[in-house]
């Protein structure tokens, strides 16, 4: 029986093998993150800050984002919130075209403004097409030589004997158009007036690059519609604390008041005890 298992659990294992490394090379780590820092009045106020101000990354790859801050903060690209950040947790983002900025924003009473980090995305090398094989010239037609110029005729040739009875009959000249001499190596086209010349094409030019990178300096991915970048781990849902954060600030003042009020009243009675 347990050998049977076992066997059932190792032919499941092989059949989801190919599953996971597919889902783990969909897409690629660049190596790079991220760490956002806290700052601010302990309590009260607080802030995000990077330790950089830009990262360069090729396409289709993911940047860790890493929160210590101290408190849970939302995850911001391009000025709309993803989700939020867990204090102490890494966001794992995919970048498919750019620049995105990215900043977070930590979970307090007062948040200070946070600086942002310029992520600028290298569009994937791309391998240009072979050109196009060229089509060999035409070759010339071959010259046409000029007709031969007719041999001249005898006297006799052209005048005929009168016959008895009948009327003398015209000389008779044989006449030939002339014909210009043309150069040896030109072609009939050339040689015959009105005729269109024969056009040797010449190699053909390859066709752009549909995949290449636009004249704008853009990227390709620039075309496709879609997000710009998206988080893919260890991000969760916002959670709505304005009315919680108000609330928090007006205790807060109140506990500051009342305990000033104290020791003003504590303050008061030693002195009047000592006079």
Do not use: W
Request: charged fraction near 15%; hydrophobic fraction near 40%.
């Amino acid at each position: 029986m347990r050998s049977r298992i076992a066997r059932m659990s190792l032919t499941v294992l092989v059949a989801a093998l190919p599953l996971l490394t597919g889902a783990a090379s969909a897409t690629e780590e660049s190596g790079e993150e991220v760490v956002f820092s806290g700052g601010g009045l302990i309590g009260l106020a607080c802030g995000a800050k990077p330790n950089v101000g830009a990262v360069s990354l090729p396409a289709e790859s993911t940047l860790r984002v890493v929160n210590q801050t101290g408190y849970r903060a939302k995850l911001i690209l391009d000025g709309v919130t993803q989700g939020e950040v867990g204090k102490g947790d890494a966001a794992k983002v995919l970048f498919h075209r750019g620049p995105v900025t990215v900043a977070l924003k930590p979970n307090c009473v007062l948040t200070e403004e946070s600086a942002s980090v310029r992520v600028t995305v290298r569009p994937p090398v791309r391998v240009a097409p072979p050109p196009a094989a060229s089509k060999p010239a035409e070759e010339p037609a071959p010259a046409v030589a000029p007709p031969a110029a007719p041999e001249p005729r005898s006297p006799d040739a052209t005048t005929s004997r009168p016959t008895p009875g009948g009327a003398r009959s015209t000389p008779a000249t044989a006449v030939s158009s002339p014909v210009p001499d043309v150069p040896a190596g030109t072609t009939e086209s050339a040689r015959v007036p009105g005729a269109t010349p024969s056009v040797v094409p010449s190699d053909q030019s390859p066709l752009p690059d549909p995949l290449a990178a636009p004249l704008g300096g853009g990227t390709p991915g620039d075309a496709v519609d879609g997000v710009a970048a998206e988080p893919v781990a260890a991000v969760v849902p916002v959670e709505e604390t304005g009315p919680v954060g108000l609330l928090a600030l007006i205790a807060t003042i109140c506990v500051i008041g009342v305990s000033a009020g104290a020791i003003r009243a504590i303050i008061a009675q030693r002195a009047a005890r000592t006079a």
